[in-house]
């Protein structure tokens, strides 16, 4: 018997993805803002919400996963904060981006639900 696994799980997981999405972008901005604080200019604040709001989302998830993943090993080699938390939100995004966004997500509602039909090869030209 095949089963098909799919990028955008429903119900249960879906939920848990979404769950995993917003706890990483909230530990990010928490990060940040205990880290910066209010001495950040408005441009930075944008240049982190943006992203957050976006992973939140569950748009371009797997991309912005990696982009945390690296900020959040950069952050624990600098020593800049505590390694728990850096080693957990590290673990937390590679997570994030190798399950993919779920089924409740942007990037499900563009890319989702899709089947590609490739044709056979077509043997009769190569003889």
């Known amino acids: 018997m095949q089963r098909l696994f799919s990028m955008f799980p429903q119900g249960g997981p879906g939920i848990a993805l979404l769950l995993l999405r917003v706890s990483v972008a909230g530990i990010t901005l928490f990060?940040?803002?205990?880290?910066?604080?209010?001495?950040?200019?408005?441009?930075?604040?944008?240049?982190?919400?943006?992203?957050?709001?976006?992973l939140s989302l569950g748009f371009l998830t797997p991309i912005l996963s990696v982009l945390v993943c690296l900020v959040a090993v950069f952050s624990l080699v600098q020593g800049h904060s505590d390694a728990l938390v850096d080693v957990s939100t590290t673990l937390n995004a590679v997570a994030l981006a190798l399950l993919g966004p779920g089924a409740y997500a942007v990037d499900a509602w563009l890319y989702g639900r899709r089947v590609v039909v490739l044709p056979a090869p077509d043997r009769t030209r190569n003889r």
Do not use: D, K, N
């Open 31 to 54: 990060r940040f803002w205990t880290h910066y604080g209010a001495l950040a200019s408005r441009w930075t604040l944008l240049a982190v919400i943006a992203p957050a709001l976006a």
